[in-house]
Every structure is written in structure tokens, then in C-alpha cells.
């Protein structure tokens, strides 16, 4: 079986334009989310699918590799899809670029969902963990999602849900965590699909995958990383980078 992950690192960004090439420690975020992906040994290959030659650049001079795309893309996963098309490979793990403190703990949970699943019954996985802090559960930059019994994904917000009508204590919140791990069929398939009119509204990819009544089985972790969205969220990351 082989595993890839693929990076999708496109330069504008309507929150944060050019926020990839900013700097954290001694390297840019997508340099530094490259290694971070490359240094947990868990796939045969990494990959940054870019629309800029800057982001080529850098990753290139590291000795990564580096795809440089063409076209118009709606998200990240089908930037990567058209990148991967002809490629002889199983499942694709899709870290988004902002993720530099993606760890492998999660990253190794998320495959063993796909390689123990022998019948293929599913086809996308990703990850979600815990959130308590009132003013993260209401910030539109925080995607959170809500899951049946048995963990697979009912719906994805960036409004609070589910709607704590009573003011219950005991209501979970889950923040998404945009990484994705499926298998190659799964994710020509979801390219191959225009955008649906929720994930249109929300602004969120794994919505098309819902509309078009597929399953997302939620993995839970405790890891907490820092998606880079905003000057705010840089700033951040700087401060924890410096305590590792």
C-alpha cells in the first residue's frame, strides 16, 4: 500500500495574502510544514502542490519536491487531486499547508482508520479535538463539526454547533481539523464533482462530500495545532515555536 501526503500551498489567501512564505523560526510556514510532515517517516512520499513559483522555491532548495499546478482550483483537495491524477498510489493525506505543528500521533491514527478498514467502507477520514474555550466555539475561523454514534461526521459549521438551547454544560464542541486521508479513488471522485451549495456558503470543502452522501469518519485527538489564518494566528505560533 502507498501512502502519500500532499500539501496543497497556494500563495493568496483572502485572511492572510502570501502567509506561507511568513516566517516562523528560521524557515517559512510551508518549508516548515513540509518537514514537520516529512520527519514522522509515515509516508512514502511528500509532496507541495503549488501555484507559486516562491513556494517552489523553497521547498525545492530543501530538497523536497514540488508540483507546480495549473489552473483554477476550488480547495486544496482538488488542487491535489488533478496533481495526483496519474499517480500509481492508495491513500493521499491532505495537510494543509498553515499546519506546521501537525504531529505524527494524529497523522498515524488517521491511516490506521483506512489500512484497518479491509472491506473499504471508507473512503475519507479526518480529525477533530475538543474545544472548551467560549470565544473559539463562536469564532467563524474555527470549523467545527458534529458526528453521530459512531463518529462519522454530520455536518461541518463555522457557526457554535450544535446550538446549546438550554445552556447545558455537558454539550461537546469539536474544532476540525482540516487534514484528510483518502483513498485515491475517493478524492478523484470528490474532484470530479462540482462545488455543492453548502459548501459554498460555509466556505468548507469537506461539505461536498456530505451533499453527495458520502461518510467522513471523525478521528478524536487531544493534538493542538495552530491553522495560520491570521496575523493574529502567526503571532502565535511564534510564541510556541520558540517553546519547543
Sequence with gaps: MKIIAVIP???EAKRFPGKLLKMLGNRTIIEQTFLAASST????????????????SKITEIGGKAIMSMGEFNCGS?????AV????IDIIVNIQGDEPFMEK??????????????????????????IYEQNIINDHNTVKVIVDNDDFAIYFSRHPIPYNRDNNKLVDYFKHIGVYAFRKDALIEFYNQSMTPLEKSEKIECLRYIENSKKI????????????????DLN????KWHKK
Design 9 to 11: 500551498a497556494r500563495y
Design 41 to 56: 517517516n509515515l509516508f512514502d512520499d511528500v509532496i507541495v502542490v503549488t501555484d507559486d513559483k516562491r513556494i517552489f
Design 78 to 82: 482538488d488542487r491535489i487531486a488533478a
Design 85 to 88: 491524477a496519474d499517480m500509481d
Design 105 to 130: 500521533e494524529s497523522l498515524s491514527s488517521l491511516i490506521q482508520v483506512l489500512k484497518n478498514d479491509l472491506n473499504h467502507d471508507i473512503s475519507l477520514a479526518s480529525l477533530m479535538t475538543p
Design 217 to 232: 469518519k471523525m478521528i478524536s485527538t487531544s493534538f493542538e495545532g495552530i491553522s495560520i489564518d491570521t496575523l493574529e
Design 236 to 239: 502565535l505560533a511564534k510564541s
